[in-house]
């Protein structure tokens, strides 16, 4: 630089603080996001958690004016995914959509994380699980699936849905248990996910798969699986023709997969309170009303208070329906 050109400068900076002008950049203060967030799925693509990952990364998007990127990190029985949440830097660049199977994985002693491993932010959605078979299946509804399995030798059907001990692993031992069988009546062959359990079900891999009905809804309109009923308290008003356990064989037995939004502990307050306050607006809009109906999504808001106390209570909930079920790992 000149003599000529740093004069003018410094005279300029001068004349700027005599007005009290001068600009002090405020260090580590950049308004958050000012560059893309990642958004970890623990689950596979083209599943339900998936997919509602997605509309509410793409309306993070559009509000915040910053691309949010799902990316999917399966394996491990869900894992590696939530591992990937838990572990990110604090910095508010990487989140993800935790699943029920936090409240299960450390039960079976497949990991130490659990709830308290993150900053909670929002939960988002609950679903009740579906029985599925494919369309070349003899049977044609629920009671006459629940007679061949009570007259078949153990291991004879297959299952999927989920990773070993997943929540649509469990959904099944609970019938099976309703049914008066033992839990591993009928095998269970894990996934990453309801989706690739779907197409396995298609292609004659496995006889059912224990998912919700929504995460099945693919297969379904492609003509290749049908669902036979839900183990659920209700029937799904956007599958009204599927009924539920307790209407066709008197079993009153319903549980529950959930989805919310955390992301790692340490998370700044001014982070999390931007990101509560997204997720709330995310949840109210009417594109992510519309995409959740149209797939007959389950949909559930609790603000962070209520998502950490949603989720110590399912937390205990869990430990025991696990023991019972003998999926829990002994101490």
Do not use: C, R
């Given at each position: 630089m000149s003599k000529i050109s740093r004069r003018s400068v410094l005279a300029g900076a001068a004349a700027a603080g005599a007005t009290g002008l001068i600009a002090r950049p405020a260090i580590g203060q950049a308004q958050w996001p000012n560059r893309p967030v990642t958004l970890v799925c623990p689950w596979g693509a083209g599943g339900g958690t998936d997919a509602t990952a997605r509309i509410i990364a793409s309306l993070l998007e559009k509000n915040l004016g910053q691309p949010f990127n799902v990316v999917n990190r399966t394996?491990?029985?869900?894992?590696?995914?939530?591992?990937?949440?838990?572990?990110?830097?604090?910095?508010?660049?990487?989140?993800?959509?935790?699943?029920?199977?936090?409240?299960?994985?450390?039960?079976?002693?497949?990991?130490?994380?659990?709830?308290?491993?993150?900053?909670?932010?929002?939960?988002?959605?609950?679903?009740?699980?579906?029985?599925?078979?494919?369309?070349?299946?003899?049977?044609?509804?629920?009671?006459?699936?629940?007679?061949?399995?009570?007259?078949?030798?153990?291991?004879?059907?297959?299952?999927?849905?989920?990773?070993?001990?997943?929540?649509?692993?469990?959904?099944?031992?609970?019938?099976?248990?309703?049914?008066?069988?033992?839990?591993?009546?009928?095998?269970?062959?894990?996934?990453?996910?309801a989706a690739p359990a779907m197409q396995d079900l298609a292609a004659g891999g496995v006889d059912i798969v224990t998912c919700s009905v929504p995460e099945g809804r693919a297969m379904i309109d492609a003509g290749k699986a049908k669902s036979l009923a839900i183990m659920a308290k209700e029937r799904n008003p956007q599958f009204k023709d599927v009924p539920t356990l307790n209407e066709t064989l008197g079993i009153n037995y319903s549980v529950g997969a959930w989805r919310g939004i955390a992301g790692p502990k340490g998370l700044p307050a001014e982070i999390q309170a931007k990101l509560i306050a997204e997720l709330k607006k995310a949840y109210d809009s009417k594109e992510f009303q519309d995409f959740m109906n149209a797939r007959g999504f389950g949909m559930t808001f609790a603000d962070q208070a209520g998502f950490t106390k949603f989720m110590a209570e399912g937390d205990k909930a869990m430990a025991a329906a696990m023991s019972a079920a003998g999926l829990a790992k002994k101490a």
């Open positions: 394996g491990g029985s869900g894992v590696v995914g939530h591992s990937a949440i838990a572990t990110a830097a604090p910095d508010g660049y990487t989140i993800g959509m935790i699943t029920v199977e936090i409240t299960m994985m450390h039960h079976q002693g497949l990991t130490d994380l659990n709830p308290t491993s993150y900053t909670p932010l929002a939960l988002m959605n609950e679903d009740p699980p579906g029985v599925q078979v494919s369309t070349s299946s003899p049977y044609k509804d629920i009671k006459a699936l629940a007679e061949a399995i009570k007259a078949a030798p153990a291991g004879k059907f297959k299952a999927s849905g989920t990773g070993q001990g997943g929540i649509w692993h469990l959904a099944l031992i609970g019938w099976l248990v309703a049914m008066g069988l033992k839990p591993d009546h009928v095998a269970w062959a894990p996934s990453n996910g």
